[in-house]
């Protein structure tokens, strides 16, 4: 049996209510093509990189999976592409993950969100650097006297 991955993006327009039902009907269409179900995730309402159908917002599922027959991938593609509650959907064949490794990804997500979090600092108070007051007179004695001498190429 081959592993895969299927991605999906369900429109807003749904309730989380009513996501659950889709979801549920997702899972039944990947059983009846004899997909054994595995890890199953939601993460969450995103905003779309672009519009699809005047729709911006979607619920972004990913269930994974295993197929005897790799042959039905194109099938359940089809499926998917014409059910109206969907949105996009991708399929990826994925090499299959233990629990403990799964349990490590989550850990290294919820890491990385945390670190990505702006830190409360205190700004550090600048003051202008103060400069010393040239005389002119003093630059003009100066360029006179760099002015006369020979050694000027």
């Known amino acids: ?26 899972n039944t269409l990947l059983q009846k093509y004899g997909g054994v179900l595995g890890f199953s995730e939601f993460l969450g309402k995103k905003k779309l990189s672009y519009p699809i159908n005047k729709i911006n917002h979607g619920y972004y599922l990913v269930v994974e999976f295993e197929l005897e027959d790799p042959t039905m991938i194109k099938s359940i593609g089809n499926d998917l592409k014409l059910d109206k509650e969907v949105l996009r959907a991708q399929i990826i064949t994925k090499p299959k993950i233990t629990e403990a490794e799964i349990e490590r990804q989550k850990r290294q997500r919820a890491r990385a969100a945390e670190e990505a979090k702006p830190k409360t600092e205190e700004k550090k108070v600048v003051k202008p650097r103060e400069f010393k007051k040239k005389e002119m007179k003093n630059l003009d004695d100066k360029l006179d006297e760099i002015l006369n001498d020979d050694t000027i190429i």
């Open 1 to 26: 049996m081959k592993n895969y991955e299927l991605l999906y993006i369900v429109s807003n327009q749904y309730t989380e209510d009513e996501l659950q039902v889709v979801k549920a009907k997702i």
